[in-house]
T-cell receptor, first 114, second 116 residues
């Protein structure tokens, strides 16, 4: 079956612009996670959804970052007023249920803020 | 403080050599889970193993083996008879029972290069 997909694969934007990153989890997976991976670092947790609700958004760095999952499937990570420090690979992962199940990761979106 | 430490930033070996990737973790939870993921050059993280804190038995899967020692808070990963296709960044990760279930804390990763 299809894995986790993320679009776009690459996004180049200018400082101050607004961007949206999309994640399509594996069908039937209720848990969805967003992570951010900077160059040479491990992924860092941003936000976790169980169904439609954000169960834990404590990893979002500031209020410029927001994520939604309105129908409990596709999720969108939104970044307002982008800054150069937001440049990173944004990874999405899904798992069958909440808990410490295997997380399946997507290929990521590489965001570059000029 | 870093919850997962992978002290080896880069390791280079020649094909057929054995190699061990170190992982040291820190948690106050008595129930926790440890993971290893592989990130090949394509970038997609691939799950390798999950181990819970109550199961200290070592595990072997083909050329891969894992040594979990609670006494030293370590969860090391050994590749036997390494192959060029093993070249990747390997991440150790921790999930704690006390925080959001499933939230992973990753180490900084170890870049493994296997030369032919």
């Amino acid at each position: 079956g299809a894995g986790v997909s993320q679009t776009p694969s690459n996004k180049v934007t200018e400082k101050g612009k607004y961007v949206e990153l999309r994640c399509d989890p594996i069908s039937g997976h209720t848990a969805l996670y967003w992570y951010r991976q900077s160059l040479g670092q491990g992924p860092e947790f941003l936000i976790y959804f169980q169904g439609t609700g954000a169960a834990d958004d404590s990893g979002l760095p500031n209020d410029r970052f927001f994520a939604v999952r309105p129908e409990g499937s596709v999720s969108t990570l939104k970044i307002q007023r982008t800054e150069r420090g937001d440049s990173a690979v944004y990874l999405c992962a899904s798992s069958l249920t909440q808990g410490v199940n295997e997380q399946f990761f997507g290929p990521g979106t590489r965001l570059t803020v000029l | 403080a870093q919850k997962v430490t992978q002290a080896q930033t880069e390791i280079s070996v020649v094909e057929k050599e054995d190699v061990t990737l170190d992982c040291v973790y820190e948690t106050r939870d008595t129930t926790y889970y440890l993971f290893w993921y592989k990130q090949p050059p394509s970038g997609e993280l691939v799950f390798l193993i999950r181990r819970n804190s109550f199961d200290e038995q070592n595990e072997i899967s083909g050329r891969y083996s894992w040594n979990f020692q609670k006494s030293t808070s370590s969860f090391n990963f050994t590749i036997t008879a390494s192959q060029v296709v093993d070249s990747a960044v390997y991440f150790c990760a921790l999930s704690e029972r006390g925080s959001t279930l499933g939230r992973l804390y990753f180490g900084r990763g170890t870049q493994l290069t296997v030369w032919p």
